[in-house]
T-cell receptor, first 115, second 114 residues
C-alpha cells in the first residue's frame, strides 16, 4: 500500500490478557519505529528496527512489551499481561533512511483500551 | 523536566489569523527539528523539516530554529479551518546508523474558527 498500515484499529482487552499489534510499513522502508501516545500527550519512543535487527529498545516500559520484525518488513508489538496503564494509542512509523534526521511516516495507530 | 516543552493550549483563533506555535528544548545535541500535524484519530503527518538553525518557508507555513536559545517556532499565515489539528514539535540528535529516534513535545491543539 501507499502508507503505513496498522491493525487492528481498535483493541479492547481485559486486564491480564495478551495482545498483538501489527504494523505494515511502506514497502522498501528499512527503518521501523514503535511509539506510544497517551491521551493528550506527544508520542513517546518505544523501539527501533533497522531491517530485522532491533537496534534500540530503550523505550519499552517493561519486560511485558516485546517487538519483532523477523523478515525486515512487517512488525508486531506484543504486550503480555496487559495493565490499565498500557491503555494508549500505539503508533508505527517507517523511514527509508538509516541515519539521523530521518523523515518518519506514521500509521493511524492502534487504540488499545485495557479494562 | 522534559527534554522538549510545548504549550498544550488549546489555542483558538479566527480564520485568517497568524498562528505562532513554539517549543523549547534542553538537549543541545538536537540537530533535526520537525513539525508534525495530527488530526483526530490519525497518525502524525510531517509538515516541516529543518536541519540546524535558520528559517524554512513552505506556502503558508514558516519554521524557525534558534539553537542558541534552544527555541523553535512554527508560524501559520492566513489560517484556515482545515488547519484545526494538534501540532507536535519533534527533535532528533544526529545518531549515525542508529536511526532517527524523535523526541516529541506534548502537542498544541489548534482550532481555527470560520
Amino acid at each position: 500500500g501507499a502508507g503505513v498500515s496498522q491493525s487492528p484499529r481498535y483493541k479492547v482487552a481485559k486486564r491480564g490478557q495478551d495482545v498483538a499489534l501489527r504494523c505494515d510499513p511502506i514497502s522498501g522502508h528499512v527503518s521501523l519505529f514503535w511509539y506510544q501516545q497517551a491521551l493528550g500527550q506527544g508520542p513517546e519512543f518505544l523501539t527501533y528496527f533497522q531491517n530485522e535487527a532491533q537496534l534500540d529498545k530503550s523505550g519499552l516500559p517493561s519486560d511485558r512489551f516485546f517487538a519483532e520484525r523477523p523478515e525486515g518488513s512487517v512488525s508486531t508489538l506484543k504486550i503480555q499481561r496487559t495493565q490499565q496503564e498500557d491503555s494508549a494509542v500505539y503508533l508505527c512509523a517507517s523511514s527509508s533512511n538509516t541515519g539521523g534526521g530521518e523523515k518518519l511516516f506514521f500509521g493511524s495507530g492502534t487504540q488499545l483500551s485495557v479494562l | 523536566q522534559k527534554e522538549v516543552e510545548q504549550d498544550p493550549g488549546p489555542l483558538s483563533v479566527p480564520e485568517g489569523a497568524i498562528v505562532s506555535l513554539n517549543c523549547t528544548y534542553s538537549n543541545s545535541a538536537f540537530q533535526y527539528f520537525m513539525w508534525y500535524r495530527q488530526y483526530s484519530r490519525k497518525g502524525p503527518e510531517l509538515l516541516m523539516y529543518t536541519y540546524s538553525s535558520g528559517n524554512k518557508e513552505d506556502g503558508r507555513f514558516t519554521a524557525q530554529v534558534d539553537k542558541s536559545s534552544k527555541y523553535i517556532s512554527l508560524f501559520i499565515r492566513d489560517s484556515q479551518p482545515s488547519d484545526s489539528a494538534t501540532y507536535l514539535c519533534a527533535m532528533s540528535p544526529f545518531l549515525y546508523n542508529q536511526g532517527g529516534k524523535l523526541i516529541f513535545g506534548q502537542g498544541t491543539e489548534l482550532s481555527v474558527k470560520p
